[in-house]
């Protein structure tokens, strides 16, 4: 009995050990790596990076990594010359919030996360090429950010604009719109209120129709396309000008064939020159009514709001 059990103890296969010779051996020999002048065809694979915000991979990243290795290893197998690259998506708010809760430099703090990460990828066998990582937070890498945003700059395609954000007065710090949810401040659950900032904007509506031309060559879930054309946002129009107590005020239609029905304007509550258009005499209700509009609102509670308004008392 004694000696049937060691038998079995004996014939087990031990996994661990295999891996980690066979893992060596791709790593000693570099066996993943992209060839340069290659006569294959290329291939090109990438994956979302990875947040080092935690130092650890969950059961989400061993999924979407392990269909971009597959992947990537079926094309080497279809004698593609493969370029499979990771790196790491590392500068942020909770990478910055993780360090401070662990009272680490944010640059420790992220250098250890992506050093284990690495390691979870590994033991994995993901078949990245290993020579070529990036990682956001890197000189080498943001440098290049920068250039991109420069030649933004001087084509007028970024710019700044005052728009509102999510605020907290009490943390004085602008909120993501998950960090504002049911309109409380998830540090210090304060109430947050919509103020107006200066902030740099992208002029991606510029693209609008190249972007919405190169998504119809893509084999992506139609659900995935329209949030993309939504997103993209075009919308074709006209603006007609209305003349409101002697001034031109432009407003854009999608349905000018409705332009002689048109029996009231409406004017966003947050629009900036909401107050020019009201009469002195309507001007302290709209002002108290624009002040009402400012308390956050979230996505889903905008969906389900009845429509208010109040009157300017100006007429077109
Ligand atoms: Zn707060």
Redesign the pocket.
Known sequence: MEKAETNVQDSRVDLNKISKKWQAEWENHHIFRAEEDSEKPKYYVLEMFPYPSASFLHMGHVRNYTIGDVFARFRRMQGYNVLYPMGYDSFGLPAENAAKKEGIHPRRYTENAIRKIMEYQKALGNSYDWSRVISTCEPDYYRWNQLFFLKMLERGLAYRKKAPVNW?P??E?VLANEEAEGGK?W??G?PVVKKEMEQWFLKTTAYAQELLEGLEGLEWPEKIKKMQSDWIGRSEGVEINFKINGKNWPVFTTRLDTIFGVTFVVIAADHPKLLEICTPERRAEVQSFAEKCKRFISEEERALLEKEGVFTGAYA
């Open positions: 907290c009490h943390c710090s401040c540090r210090c304060g």
